[in-house]
């Protein structure tokens, strides 16, 4: 390699785009944080008010931001840890040298991952309908009664966890298995020369092993569940009673129902630093796995 | 645990499993081809009685949804051919091109990252506003020409290819732009197929930035359309679940046709380098 020129022919076109349309954008969401800029100064730039924190202070005031706030650690709490286990499980299927059909189980698995959110929003609304419904039918079934999934503020969120647990296990399942088969035969052997079963095999062998991708997959999931928006907004439009309003919803209503774009802005950011903070571990474990 | 019992027991758990995922699709289709209220009954009806496509008639000759597949299918082929030609060439220079700042300028990017889009997507409104894109297709199309997943991607693949491949087009005299043409493209096949597949079904699947940036329905894609469809025909299951076949049937086509590619996109992309 050497000094060349038309290097940059190559790479700022590219740059140029994400200088313009990410980085500015985000600096300027922490300026227009600290502004009151609401319908007024989107009409008139002159209507624009620095206000230091006040966005950030009232925000903490809000009842309805903490409800927001809540919703979403409740959908990322559950909803993590179940994703995650779903996809290991299906992996851990898929690995197994008994499976008949590899293939066509893996591409059946993984379908969800490539349909349109939401589409299959529209179809899973349908699925938990409390009359019609193949949930509540299947339930009925086994006696049990019917339950108002989407219309219910304790059933509501759990519907949506269900439905994005469904939605979202493929993309990691994948991850997950190339991960378990990269993981060497040899290894397994000396375990079973060793007298290790099955399961002990399992946590002394291949847990430990794949500790890196199951940081980086938590990481990429707790970021990914924390951007919560098209689920609710298809399916309970945030309701019955707020209870599945996430803090994405409600900085889509903040900014762009009522305008308020400075507030929107500084959900924005508590949003991020949400997804920051809550990674933070996972983070430093992976930088730390990637150091040794 | 015997074998053939386990056997057993594995592949009736993945039979479980893959019935699961694949079923509410099937049953998708099921219901779009039923007469209406047909699927409102109990129990739920697998399927129709007599199948018609009058429900698929409905939606493009008095919903207009042949203009909502026309929008979604040029956004993505358009936001496609550009971020690809911006991200590929990006990714090669920072694999095999030297420049000043370039392992510093991948570190931000690669930070950066972590940075939900949300946060930027209140300014770039206003940006795109002051630009007269706001309410069209540029302004779904503008900020997606490059990605920093896709520059990542492709740098990933990049680095695997031998330096002398490009050193000995060097010595025969090609300039830069010929090398990346008739050198490094080919080589890169792989990886563009796999980009552009993620990009066109990104595009295509996208539902936040398109519901905020296009407000006349004429714009509309195919899940923004959706979604205000189905708030408005609550009842009319029929109806609303072939839009969801429109929707998301072109993509899974496109996904079982070329689904190697995806599957390997995802491997490579979450190799953190």
């Known amino acids: 390699m050497r000094t060349i020129g038309p290097a ?63 919703n979403t650690l409740y959908f990322v709490v559950v909803g993590v840890p179940l994703s995650i286990a779903v996809s290991f499980g299906a992996a851990l299927l898929l690995h197994s040298r008994l499976v008949k059909f590899p293939a066509f189980f893996r591409t059946a698995l993984f379908a969800p991952v490539v349909t349109t959110l939401v589409a299959v929003a529209v179809i899973w609304r349908y699925l938990f309908h409390p009359h019609y419904g ?137 949003l991020f630093l949400f997804i920051f903070c809550v990674t933070a571990v996972p983070r430093w474990l992976a930088r730390r796995e990637s150091a040794a | 645990m015997t074998r053939p019992l386990a056997g057993l027991l594995v592949n009736g758990l993945l039979l479980g499993g893959a019935m699961t995922t694949v079923l509410p699709l099937i049953w998708m289709v099921s219901v779009s081809l039923m007469s209406p209220g047909e699927a409102s009954t109990f129990p739920p009806p697998l399927l ?56 510093r300028i991948f570190k931000v990017l690669v930070g950066a990252l972590m940075i939900p889009a949300q946060v930027a997507m209140v300014p770039l409104y206003l940006l795109l506003k002051h630009l007269g894109l706001v309410n069209t297709y540029g302004g779904v199309i503008v900020p997606a020409m490059a990605s920093i997943f896709g520059i990542f991607l492709v740098r990933q693949y990049t680095l695997s290819v031998p330096d002398e491949l490009i050193e000995a087009a060097r010595i025969d005299g090609a300039n830069e732009f010929r090398i990346f043409r008739s050198v490094i493209v080919p080589v890169l096949r792989p990886i563009v197929v796999t980009l552009a597949m993620f990009t066109a079904l990104g595009t295509w699947n996208d539902f936040m930035w398109p519901l905020i940036v296009l407000n006349d329905s004429e714009l509309y894609t195919l899940p923004v359309a959706l979604a205000s469809l189905s708030r408005e025909h609550v009842q009319d299951n029929e109806l609303m679940m072939a839009s969801a076949v429109l929707t998301t049937l072109p993509v899974l086509v496109v996904f079982l046709v070329l689904q190697r590619h995806y599957v390997e996109g995802i491997t490579v992309g979450s190799v953190t380098g």
């Open chain 1, 8 to 70: 940059w022919c190559f790479v700022a076109p590219a740059l140029l785009v994400i200088a313009a349309f990410f980085f500015l954008p985000v600096l300027a969401a922490l300026a227009l944080s600290l502004t009151d800029f609401d319908i007024y100064a989107l009409a008139d730039f002159r209507n624009l008010r620095l206000v230091g924190f006040r966005n950030y202070v009232q925000l903490l005031q809000t009842p309805l931001f903490w409800q927001a706030v809540g």
């Open chain 1, 134 to 270: 193949w949930l509540n039918y299947a339930l009925g079934r086994v006696g049990i009664p019917p339950i108002d999934w989407l219309g219910d503020p304790h059933w509501a969120m759990p519907a949506i966890i269900v439905f994005a647990v469904w939605k979202n296990f493929g993309y990691n399942m994948i991850i997950l298995l190339a991960g378990l088969q990269s993981i060497p035969d040899q290894l397994y052997e000396a375990a079973r020369i060793d007298g290790a079963s099955r399961w002990r095999q399992l946590r002394h062998v291949t847990l430990p092993l794949l500790v890196p991708i199951v940081t980086m997959v938590s990481i990429l999931t707790i970021a990914g569940y924390f951007q919560l928006f098209a689920e609710p907004y298809v399916m309970t439009q945030g309701g019955p009673l707020q209870s599945t309003l996430s803090v994405l919803y409600f900085m889509y209503e903040e900014g762009f129902k009522w305008w308020n774009l400075g507030s929107a802005s500084a959900v924005a950011f508590v």
């Open chain 2, 48 to 103: 129709p009685v007599r199948a018609t496509l009058a429900n698929y008639r409905e939606l493009f000759a008095h919903v207009g949804m042949g203009r909502y597949l026309l929008n979604s299918a040029a956004l993505a082929v358009s936001v496609t051919l550009v971020s690809l030609s911006f991200n590929v060439a990006a990714g090669y220079a920072f694999a095999k091109l030297r420049f000043a700042g370039r392992d």
